[in-house]
């Protein structure tokens, strides 16, 4: 990067001009995968076979970690992965591969079959993103930047367009960007879906010498990692967009939010926050228009509610992240009572695109009540799991069968959880509903900020709406009455319906207690957090019957409901489960059946899941 500060938008594209002259014969780069879930697998060291075997062999060629060139590539369930430019992306590689890849694909660009994709039913294979079904029913507009752009590099990001949607939208009237947004359709990715052009809008009106730009990137829903994978991928699309919306409020000063527990995105993000300032992209009189603009770092208060803008705002002041009555607008009201506009990292993300392409091409994308795309964290029984983006609209079934590859092990498709936990539950039957902001809502659940929990038929709905609830009790602030008291004794009565101690009424109760929370919680948290008991209540109202009036868990979850036994004509005898079982209480045979003590067995479902052959009954 050029220490120099750049002093005007001439200047600016007179740099991105020189940056991409002098890329102009770069050498090819092999991407290794550096996100979170590759590193944990052992991207490091196949990065570093990598180095070494170029090295060796005296080659020219630039290789990094993945999470230094570009950010997450989205398999994550077939990681580390391997990727060379938009073409060829190799599954599970080990640093034993190196050689071959080395000498097939890099010196004399040789596809290896071996290392793609394998198909389960057709048991195909393919080494390229279009023939990848996890890839190909894809539309990459937000985490296409995620594989082409080394997040430590401004200039990576400056030669491929950065930055660009900031020139034009200096050479606009604030008025003009609120405009082309509001045209565009954007709406808030963290959960609500409002309107981004009129939330800016309504905090421009308002009059007042100061105002703020806040990014929330505190992502707290399990399962959930969209926005931090952008964060340490793409920093600079984020920190465009926040610098855009500023630009179009009115605002001087800007925080970016960051989940405490995502020490990563916060390096990343500080060090583009630094390169921007030095760069003069940030900071006073950005490119000589006469602009002041500043963001800082925030590390989260390490509280779910910390996520709701009102905790976020006050969080960011100091204080105990506790939320504050709705009626009061943080478009008016918001950090320290001063007009502040609130956007997810996703959101912030979409605002350069459409500067760039103009509202008329975003909303080619998506629906009309929902246009663009959405990013996914693709969890849960799915055969294919990770990083996706779909256009709005696309329907679950797509989603789970044709990204997600389907369910594992063969078994019955039963439900998708979305919208984090305070998200519901959507059967199978409704799985060709499409999604958007609108039709989830309608059917109980929310988008959320965009975890997606695909679940089969050994998954009890009981048991997941206690999970959830037990989740948001625990995260609860306690700062009204319905959430404090009510939360914990939902979660009291499906705990007992879960073990056993269920009674007529209790489901009754569960609505009851729902209805109080939905009306007289204080912020998103409690007025949402029925959903998961509500939906599945209304889809699968039978499980809950059968665990109350019958002491049956028809998933074989709920341990004290269940009973692990071998169908004897079924069993072929491999010892599979027997090897398998932690209680070592299955006994038998080879190719002879087995059978499991029942005074030892702790019901733990591990035979039922090894087990190849369907022989584990659960009564």
């Given amino acids: ?142 985490l296409k930047g995620l594989r082409e752009i080394d997040p430590l590099e401004i200039d990576d990001y400056i030669a491929r367009g950065g930055y660009a949607s900031l020139v ?80 179009a409020v009115g605002a001087h000063h800007g925080y970016a939010y960051i989940r405490d527990e995502y020490p990563l995105a916060v ?52 204080k105990v992240g506790e939320p504050r009555a709705k009626y009061i607008r943080s478009v008016e009201k918001g950090l320290y009572d001063l007009p502040t506009v609130l956007n997810n990292v996703e959101t912030w993300t979409n605002v350069p695109l459409i500067v760039n392409n103009g509202a008329q091409w975003y909303r080619k994308t998506g629906t009309q009540g929902s246009p663009g795309t959405k990013v996914f964290s693709l969890a849960g029984k799915a055969v294919n799991t990770g990083l996706v983006e779909v256009p709005m609209g696309t329907t679950i079934r797509e989603l789970v069968e044709k990204v997600g590859g389907g369910i594992r092990g063969g078994r019955k498709f039963k439900a998708v959880q979305t919208g984090g936990p305070s998200g519901g539950c959507i059967p199978e039957s409704l799985a060709d509903l499409p999604i958007d902001f609108d039709s989830l809502s309608k059917a109980g659940s929310m988008m959320g900020s965009g975890g997606i929990i695909v ?63 939905s009306y007289g919680a204080l912020c998103g948290l409690g007025s949402s957090a029925p959903n998961p008991v509500l939906s599945t209540i209304k889809y699968f109202r039978e499980e809950y019957e059968a665990h109350i009036r019958d002491k049956r868990c028809p998933a074989g979850v709920c341990r004290e409901l269940v009973t692990f036994r071998i169908d004897a004509d079924a069993c072929t005898g491999c010892t599979l489960c027997a090897k398998q079982c932690p209680q070592a209480c299955i006994t038998g045979e080879r190719k002879k059946a087995h059978v499991i003590d029942q005074s030892t067995c702790i019901k733990c479902g591990v035979c039922r899941d090894v087990c190849k052959f369907d022989a584990v009954r659960v009564e």
């Fill in 455 to 517: 679940m089969d038929e050994a998954t009890c709905m009981v048991d997941v709406a206690k999970y959830f609830i037990s989740f948001l009790a625990e995260e609860s602030c306690g700062k009204c009455s319905p959430c404090r008291d009510g939360l914990p004794r939902m979660k009291q009565i499906l705990t007992d319906i879960t073990e056993g101690r269920g009674k007529e009424g209790d489901i009754e109760l569960l609505e009851e207690l729902c209805e109080v929370l």
């Fill in 267 to 318: 390096k990343v993000m500080k060090k583009a926050v630094e390169d921007a300032t030095a760069m003069g992209l940030l900071g006073r009189n950005i490119l000589g228009t006469g602009f002041d603009f500043d963001i800082k770092i925030t590390r989260g208060g390490g509280a779910f509610v910390c996520g709701e803008s009102s905790a976020l705002m006050r969080s960011i002041e100091g």
């Fill in 1 to 142: 990067m050029d220490n120099r500060k750049l002093q005007s938008v001439k200047e600016f594209e007179s740099y991105r001009t020189k940056i991409a002259e002098s890329r102009k014969d770069e050498y090819p780069v092999i991407y290794v995968c550096g996100g979170t879930p590759c590193l944990a697998k052992g991207s490091r060291a196949v990065a570093h076979a990598f180095k070494k075997e170029i090295e060796s062999q005296g080659l020219a060629c630039k290789v990094e970690l993945r999470h230094k060139v570009t950010g997450c590539q989205g398999f994550c369930s077939k990681g580390p992965v391997v990727s060379f430019g938009n073409d060829i992306v190799y599954l599970e590689v080990k640093p034993n591969h190196v050689p071959e890849i080395m000498e097939k694909t890099v010196k004399n660009a040789q596809v290896i079959d071996s290392l793609g994709y394998k198909d389960p039913q057709t048991k195909k294979r393919s080494a390229s993103f279009e023939g990848i079904p996890f890839y190909s029913h894809q539309k990459g507009m937000i």
């Fill in 168 to 247: 034009r939208a200096f050479a606009m009237v604030p008025e003009e960007v609120i405009d082309l947004i509001a045209e565009s359709g954007l709406r808030g990715r963290g959960g609500g879906g409002f309107p981004a052009g009129a939330k800016w809008k309504s905090c421009r009106a308002v009059d007042s010498e100061v105002r703020y730009v806040l990014c929330n990137g505190d992502e707290g829903d399990p399962g959930a990692f969209m926005d931090r994978s952008i964060m340490e991928g793409n920093p600079h699309a984020v920190i465009e967009g926040m610098i855009v919306g500023a630009w």
